[in-house]
């Protein structure tokens, strides 16, 4: 194929993984439990009872792991670093063999002239922090300063960028409002202080990364695209109240240093507290991370509707917002819809919205599709190179239309522990067979390294 998509000079291309996702070995080099490994434990939380308990087994073979990186011929490669692998209870003692695990694969990534962009906190809380109420405690966000403290003090001689917090929303929402995600608590709006500690969790680490000199300091943020039902005035209230808990709640403090006023009565602070936490939660960031998969669409509940099943998560009711499933032509295999204009649609709306919009990054995107490998032994992916060449166009037509982008890491690398999911919904431009642990690259893994080596 010669028609490949073209971005900007420059452009950096990469992958993503998270810690929990792939890497396995969960009682290895004293790693202390997280969340995750108390929720995949209990039954009825995954699909399938699957867990992260081996994963990928990226903790021991992630060196071959590397050389398919390599061969990919990524700029950029987006991983997360395990805070209890550091700090198995959280706070305190420090795990040397963990910091070495990091230390070895950073100078791996280095070896093989592979950008490490370190994520470093993707959801698997130490379960020690969470016995003493997790994010819903204020000490969770220094412990996590403290926690980039020692991380940086190891790596930051090599690591240039970094990531702070992976989708602080989809953790406050899907694991504290609802039971969906670790640690599954259910509070609804009570969740509230998820977000401002994540938040503050997000302040405390830009303050340490740049006191230690990082050169490049950003987020990694979901965003889901809201679109209204209908342009009656009760379904755009509806859609407004959705982007501010889904979007605004978090991008607003970060982004323009204030809270959405509607929901500043829930964040548990007084004023002058606020003005302090939101100078630290809005510093200066040198890249946005947007990670988009797929656009919501919100009315406003009818009376006596059963919106059971309509969309991917199930809200309680008496909620003042309803999900419906996105009329989109195509879905993936996970049932997500395939809306590349709304990535479009979001960059430009972030741009509109925030006049001091750093550089985004696209920090994740990417679709599950169960293809596996057929009588010829090679997995013939075609609709994830069609979904990720729609994307990379909707990244091309944002630039064009003045956003700038710098980069598009997909998710993911590798087929990996899809959270509640389990291990069915397969994210990879790599096969995994998670019975013998068989790495098969995709067809979208040659098109992917061809894209790259396509560019200006
Ligand atoms: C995102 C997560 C990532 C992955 C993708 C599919 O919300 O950040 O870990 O599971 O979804």
């Known amino acids: 194929m010669t028609?490949?998509?073209?971005?900007p000079s420059g452009f950096r291309f990469g992958a993503s993984t998270a810690s929990y996702q792939i890497e396995g070995a969960v009682d290895e080099d004293g790693r202390g439990p997280t969340i995750w490994d108390t929720f995949t434990h209990e039954p009825g939380r995954i699909?399938?009872?699957?867990?992260?308990?081996?994963?990928?087994?990226?903790?021991?073979r992630w060196?071959?792991?590397?050389?398919?990186?390599?061969?990919?011929?990524?700029h950029d490669y987006r991983f997360s670093i395990a805070w209890s692998r550091?700090?198995?209870?959280?706070?305190?003692?420090?795990?040397?063999?963990?910091?070495?695990?990091y230390d070895r694969l950073v100078d791996g990534l280095l070896a093989r002239g592979i950008r490490p962009v370190p994520t470093l906190y993707h959801w698997d809380l130490p379960q020690a922090l969470e016995d003493r109420g997790g994010w819903l405690s204020r000490d969770t966000a220094e412990a996590l300063g403290d926690y980039v403290g020692v991380v940086v003090d190891r790596?930051?001689?090599?690591?240039?960028?970094?990531?702070?917090?992976?989708?602080?929303?989809?953790?406050?929402l899907y694991g504290y409002a609802l039971t969906d995600h670790a640690p599954g608590r259910g509070l609804g709006f009570g969740a509230l202080p998820v977000a401002h500690h994540q938040l503050l969790a997000h302040g405390h680490a830009v303050a340490r990364l740049r006191a230690a000199g990082a050169e490049r300091v950003g987020v990694a943020q979901q965003h889901f695209p809201v679109v209204p039902a209908s342009g009656a005035m009760e379904d755009l209230v509806a859609a407004g109240t959705f982007a501010a808990i889904t979007n605004w709640l978090f991008a607003d403090p970060l982004l323009a240093g204030r809270y959405p006023e509607e929901l500043r009565p829930l964040i548990p602070v007084d004023d002058a507290q606020l003005a302090e936490d939101l100078a630290l939660i809005s510093a200066p960031l040198d890249f946005y991370g947007v990670n988009y998969y797929e656009p919501m669409l919100v009315e406003a509940p009818r009376e006596g509707a059963d919106y059971a099943g309509a969309a991917?998560?199930?809200?309680?009711?008496?909620?003042?917002?309803?999900?419906?499933?996105?009329?989109?032509?195509?879905?993936?295999?996970?049932?997500?819809?395939?809306?590349?204009?709304?990535?479009?649609?979001?960059?430009?709306?972030?741009?509109?919205?925030?006049?001091?919009?750093?550089?985004?990054?696209?920090?994740e995107g990417g679709a599950s599709f169960h293809d596996g490998p057929g009588a010829d032994g090679a997995v013939h992916d075609a609709r994830r190179i069609a979904?990720?060449?729609?994307?990379?166009?909707?990244?091309?037509?944002?630039?064009?239309?003045?956003?700038d982008v710098r980069g598009y890491y997909t998710w993911s690398a590798f087929d990996n522990f899809e959270w509640a999911a389990g291990n069915?919904?397969?994210?990879?431009?790599?096969?995994?067979?998670?019975?013998?642990?068989?790495?098969?690259?995709?067809?979208?893994?040659?098109?992917?390294?061809?894209?790259?080596?396509?560019?200006p």
Do not use: C
Request: no cysteine; glycine share 8%; hydrophobic share 45%.
């Open 387 to 403: 979904y990720l060449d729609a994307h990379l166009r909707a990244v091309a037509d944002a630039v064009a239309a003045g956003v």
């Open 424 to 455: 069915d919904e397969r994210f990879g431009l790599v096969y995994v067979d998670y019975a013998t642990q068989e790495r098969i690259r995709k067809d979208s893994f040659a098109w992917y390294r061809d894209v790259i080596a396509a560019q």
């Open 63 to 74: 060196e071959g792991d590397l050389d398919l990186l390599a061969e990919l011929g990524i």
């Open 3 to 7: 028609d490949l998509p073209i971005l």
């Open 312 to 363: 991917e998560v199930d809200l309680p009711e008496g909620l003042p917002f309803a999900l419906l499933p996105y009329p989109s032509e195509e879905r993936t295999d996970f049932g997500w819809a395939i809306a590349p204009d709304q990535l479009t649609a979001i960059l430009r709306e972030l741009r509109e919205r925030y006049p001091n919009l750093p550089p985004v990054v696209i920090t």
């Open 47 to 60: 699909r399938g009872g699957d867990t992260g308990d081996v994963a990928i087994d990226h903790y021991h």
């Open 86 to 101: 550091i700090l198995p209870q959280g706070t305190g003692a420090v795990e040397p063999r963990g910091l070495a695990f």
């Open 155 to 172: 790596l930051g001689d090599r690591v240039r960028d970094w990531i702070t917090l992976n989708e602080m929303s989809v953790q406050t």
